[in-house]
């Protein structure tokens, strides 16, 4: 079998049924990463987002970041969104900062994975300005199923410091990476999202579907490519 099959295979076993009344977010992509030295790296992404069940919020967000390797478990990830100006909403620039952490299940096929991102997000527009600082856990159980075939099992929560300062989102994320070749990956997930201290919360369904290609160079290398940035930083 062509392993991107698998990757639609697998996708569609993870997915629940979403309500039918839930307007499901689809969102695809290509992110381009380089490795510089053993240490640091840099990537580069662009991301289409549509409501599937409306064609609303047809819009592209630019992304770029740096990868700087700490410890062999341990790196931290500072990068920039910009989501250009769609419709009545004005462009708005976010700045973040993860850090990353990996730590293999003994001899199993399992990884534990975590990364703490703190952000602040702010409009460009000519009206007030609200901005939004948040800090955001997650926590990820990654198996190797196969050789070159990754599920990955996560959950999320986002911590607003701004205006509501308290939890506003739980987030659980089911997905597979599929990897075609040494420099090209695929990424697919199944989201639900859900809102909380509001009084009617809503959950939202989100597929996406990215592919990740490592950037190559024509030194000689005499290290092995590290894929810095692991699965698409739009995951």
Known sequence: MFPIER?????FLLVPLAPLEAQLNFFTGPSFEHE??????????VEHRQVVNTGRDNRV???????????DRLDVTPGIRVTPKYDVDPTTVRLFADLNYAYPLGESPLVLEARLRSQYDRSLGSGPVN???ALRPRVSLVY?????????????????FDTRDEWTR???????????????????????ERDINQPAPDTEPTVGLYIVYVLPDERHRDWRYRSPFGRSLLW
């Open 7 to 11: 990757v639609w295979i697998v996708l």
């Open 36 to 45: 510089v030295t053993p240490q640091w790296g840099y990537q580069f992404e």
């Open 61 to 71: 967000l630019l992304l770029g970041a740096i990868n700087r390797l700490l410890t």
């Open 131 to 133: 901005p939004e600082v």
């Open 144 to 160: 190797q199923m196969l050789e070159t075939t990754y599920l990955i099992a996560e959950y999320e929560a986002r911590y607003r």
């Open 170 to 192: 739980h987030r659980y994320t089911f997905g597979v990476e599929q990897r075609l070749s040494t420099r090209i990956s695929i990424d697919a997930f199944f989201r639900l």
